[in-house]
């Protein structure tokens, strides 16, 4: 046994230790990792949110190695998502930048955080915003009704927007100003705090709480992320959690992954598919928070 | 005076998704070229991500990343490659801070500068 390894003391968990070569381990965590992004495109609960649970429970990394190369990549998949749907012409390229005020405030508080907070801690946040991130995606995708006035505030902000719906162009009003900024602060805080792009709340926030329509929310949410990532990886970088030996595999792959995925998403019947990943999803969940209430993490 | 609006909004919105293709592909490619040194020269040594050590101080800041990059140390492209990540969001929100200006909208040209500030302060400030 070789006790000079600064990984064996800590090391008290059961499974055997195999220490793998950097050719190995990259191939392994670059398959993972396109996996993630396939599946996380395909079902819409976006691959970021499964990759740190990956990293750390099945690759062993340490926690904060993984919240930071699954930081970076989210702004990989966010980017490359973003710049097919403002194409389109769904995201409101307004209701993102006044929301990424919150967002980007939250996620540099949430990155200092992530200094402060114990790692089983941040196990267990994590586990609860994936088994949340699983229920949301079953949510029926059903827009409001638009027959109240239009908010004063909204107004002021030049929020309500319209976008092609398939019978012509379809006007929206915006309400909830408040609620849905601070939700957008909540969600930048989580962002920074667990290296995730926090999609289900930012679309929580504006389908639920602002009344967005709904296509219009998860493509706005997807022009956020990248911006509201960005803000905590600044910091990330300097503490020193960004590894680019251990980001490389996970960006490239969640990135190749993700793109592949929005090609199928057409033709695939993802009903089933939604089914297993958030089961798998929902698994992940109860490890982390198992292995952060008994200190494995 | 609408119709101005919308066609300068659709032109903004193709500008920024332009922006963030080339952007998203031009730092994957830099990652990758970083990859390929890395695994040829250090691919058959142990990995040790179990324990955290933080990274050195030439991968933690925008200069001496881009230093590590330019003495074409692997891990530095690499790094470098992350960075172009990182910058590609923050040159779209620069470049709406212009795109509001050109529709003259002062109140949105303030928002989308709170944003740049705590974006750059985070970069560079912390």
């Known amino acids: 046994m070789d006790f000079s390894y600064p990984g064996y003391i800590s090391d008290d968990c059961e499974f055997p230790k195999h220490r793998m070569t950097i050719i190995e381990f990259t191939l392994l965590v670059w398959a993972g990792s396109l996996a993630a992004g396939f599946l996380g495109a395909l079902t819409g609960l976006g691959g970021g949110v499964v990759l740190v649970p990956l990293l750390s429970l099945i690759f062993h990394v340490d926690i904060r190695y993984a919240v930071g190369a699954s930081l970076v990549s989210v702004i990989a998949t966010s980017s490359g998502a973003a710049s097919a749907y403002v194409r389109e012409g769904f995201s409101n390229i307004r209701i993102g930048m006044f929301l990424e005020i919150a967002t980007t405030f939250g996620a540099i508080l949430g990155a200092f ?15 609860l915003v994936l088994l949340f991130s699983a229920y949301y995606s079953f949510k029926t995708q059903h827009d409001h009704s638009q027959d109240r006035p239009p908010d004063p505030l909204a107004t002021k902000l030049k929020l309500n927007g319209s976008f092609p719906g398939s019978k012509g162009v379809r006007e929206y009003n915006v309400y909830h100003v408040p609620a849905g900024f601070s939700l957008m602060f909540g969600a930048g805080i989580l962002s920074g705090l667990l290296g995730i792009g926090s999609g289900a709340v930012k679309v929580l926030a504006m389908d639920q709480a602002m009344r967005i329509p709904f296509k219009v929310s998860t493509t706005t949410s997807n022009f956020m992320i990248g911006v509201t990532a960005a803000a905590s990886a600044g910091v990330y970088l300097h503490r020193g959690y960004v590894d680019p030996g251990l980001a490389m595999p996970v960006m490239l792959g969640v990135l190749a992954g993700s793109l592949l995925g929005t090609r199928v998403l057409v033709k695939a019947k993802v009903r089933w598919l939604r089914l297993i990943f958030a089961g798998v999803v929902v698994a992940l969940a109860v490890e982390m928070i198992y292995h952060g209430i008994t200190g494995q993490m | ?120 302060y985070s970069l560079i400030g912390t």
């Not at chain 2, 659709?10 to 994957?28: F, K």
């Not at chain 2, 040829?40 to 230093?67: I, K, M, W």
């Not at chain 2, 960075?83 to 923050?90: E, H, K, N, S």
């Open chain 2, 1 to 120: 005076m609408n119709e101005t609006k919308q066609w300068n909004d659709q032109r903004v919105e193709i500008i920024i998704g332009t922006m963030l293709r080339v952007g998203v592909l031009v730092a994957a490619a830099v990652v990758l070229a970083g990859g390929i040194c890395y695994l040829v020269r250090y691919g058959h040594r142990p990995t040790d991500y179990h324990v955290f050590h933080g990274e050195p101080a030439n991968l933690r800041s925008v200069t001496q990343t881009v230093r590590a990059a330019f003495a074409l140390q692997c891990r530095g492209i690499m790094q470098f490659g992350l960075l172009l990540l990182i910058l590609t969001p923050i040159a779209r929100v620069a470049f709406s801070v212009m795109a509001f200006e050109w529709e003259k909208d002062r109140m949105y040209v303030v928002m989308t500068l709170i944003v740049l500030a705590n974006l750059c």
């Open chain 1, 113 to 127: 955080l992530a200094a402060k907070t114990p790692s089983q801690a941040i196990a267990i946040v994590f586990g």
